[in-house]
């Protein structure tokens, strides 16, 4: 079937754009003036013409791990976001810089946005993994969904503007992308959404407990011969779990997600296993759901 390139729609009250091209689907929100949401949503289309060919024409780079040396320096802009959201971690773990795309994607399209008008607020949501733009006095509240398939916040977050988070993403094994770990879900907050990306995807990873029989893995190629990630071992099914495991897989993940806080990369992070909830110290929850099993105490733990 032939490509029918990018599709354009906007909703009824004008507010909302949506904007899809294979598998890049973008939902976009601008408040401001009319005339200030009308150049938005133009400069949002043209700065998505052409970005999936730009990204298809570098995929050998971008699906390949980035070494402790160097980092490579791709064409596409996109890519470059790519490279330096990943960047950071490369001397930790085997990372490629698809550990980054849809949140690349987001910060592309919103500083195209962006950069075509004076806006109070906005966002561009890539599947969950959002880039946004608060004006001096705006704020967002945003829901923490663990699981996609049913869209009740277990949490809330509220950015005001003088933050200098602009990016939140979300990774997980009950997401749309391939896990290392068993958490249900991870979010994080980040200075920008590519940021934020990668590294929801790395502290997802962590929250294992590492070998077990509740566990089925399989390697990511002989579920998408195309992924990235190639033999390395993806989560399909997690069993039961004690709740002293699940709060050792936690851990895990909690003391990989302070680090990243620490050294400057995100904000905060909250991680979801199994009813138990943990998050980093600096996290600014302003509600969150009872859990329905055993919940862990301690500093981190909410």
């Not at 490579?72 to 490369?90: C, K, L, N, Q, T």
């Not at 993806?234 to 897989?249: N, S």
Request: some cysteine; overall charge negative; charged content about 20%.
């Amino acid at each position: 079937m032939p490509d029918p390139g990018p599709q354009a729609a906007l909703s009824s009250n004008g507010r909302k754009l949506h904007l899809q091209h294979g598998p890049i689907d973008l939902i976009i929100e601008v408040d401001g003036s009319p005339s200030a949401r009308a150049a938005a949503h133009r400069a949002a289309c043209r700065g998505f013409d052409g970005l999936l060919a730009e990204l298809v024409a570098e995929l050998p780079l971008l699906r390949t791990a980035l070494g402790a040396g160097q980092p490579p320096s791709p064409s596409g802009a996109v890519a470059g976001r790519m490279v330096a959201a990943v960047a950071p971690h490369r001397h930790e773990e085997l990372v490629s810089p698809m550990a980054a795309v849809a949140g690349a994607v987001a910060d592309e399209v919103g500083s195209a946005l962006s950069a075509a008008a004076p806006l109070d607020r906005w966002f561009v949501n890539n599947g969950g993994d959002i880039a946004f733009g608060l004006a001096p006095g705006q704020r967002y509240c945003t829901g923490l969904v663990v699981d996609p398939r049913h869209a009740t916040a277990a949490a809330t977050i509220t950015i005001d503007a003088d933050s200098d988070v602009r990016g939140i993403a979300t990774s997980g094994r009950l997401g749309r992308s391939f896990s290392l770990g068993i958490a249900d879900a991870v979010t994080v907050l980040a200075p920008t959404a590519a940021a934020a990306d990668a590294a929801a995807t790395l502290i997802a990873n962590h929250v294992d407990p590492g070998p077990h029989a509740a566990i089925t893995r399989r390697p990511a190629v002989e579920l998408d011969p195309d992924s990235d990630l190639r033999d390395r071992l993806v989560v399909i099914e997690v069993g039961d779990l004690t709740g002293a495991e699940i709060h050792d897989a936690l851990t895990r993940g909690l003391v990989r997600a302070e680090s990243y806080v620490e050294q400057g990369h995100i904000a905060a992070a909250v991680l979801h296993l199994a009813g138990q909830v943990a998050a980093t110290s600096a996290t600014p929850l302003t509600s969150l759901e009872p859990a329905t099993g055993p919940r862990p105490v301690g500093s981190g733990w909410r």
